[in-house]
């Protein structure tokens, strides 16, 4: 049995004096699973509104590049082992160049996007895809 001592020495270096951190994993890739109950709609929503592209698709799931290393899935909930949230519980919080800009091509595609607020230190707005998962844009500008 660890005490609490050796688990906080397995992350903090003490032996050169500073407070670093080390990683428990690494992380080469990451991909969010969105389970659907709307599924052909919440995949069009970020395929064609959103415009992400299609990495992977079979029939009942999706899978849109967001970064290089980072991936958005879209399952349907109705053909896979985990149900759908109903999309409480998830933000995608995705930091983009200018919020302001990204608002207004979101409101151009129709989507129903809230007002650029200060927040975090950040500007944000959000929207919702069509299962309810809200996202939001963000940009660290004045």
Do not use: K
Request: hydrophobic share 35%; with cysteine; charged share 25%.
């Amino acid at each position: 049995m660890t005490s609490d001592d050796d688990i906080q020495s397995s992350v903090v270096d003490r032996s050169s004096g500073q407070n670093e951190i080390a990683a428990l994993i690494s992380v080469g890739r990451a991909n969010t699973v969105l389970y659907c109950d709307v599924w052909p709609e919440t995949v069009e929503f970020y395929r064609s509104v959103l415009g992400l592209p299609v990495e992977f698709e079979n029939d009942w799931f999706v899978e849109f590049r967001i970064t290089s290393s980072s991936y958005l899935s879209v399952a349907n909930a109705s053909r896979a082992s985990i149900g759908t949230g109903g999309g409480l519980g998830i933000t995608l919080s995705w930091r983009v160049s200018d919020v302001a800009e990204t608002r207004m091509l979101l409101e151009a595609r129709r989507i129903d996007v809230t007002p650029t607020e200060r927040r975090w230190g950040a500007q944000v707005c959000y929207c919702h895809d069509p299962e309810g998962h809200r996202i939001e844009f963000w940009s660290e500008q004045p």
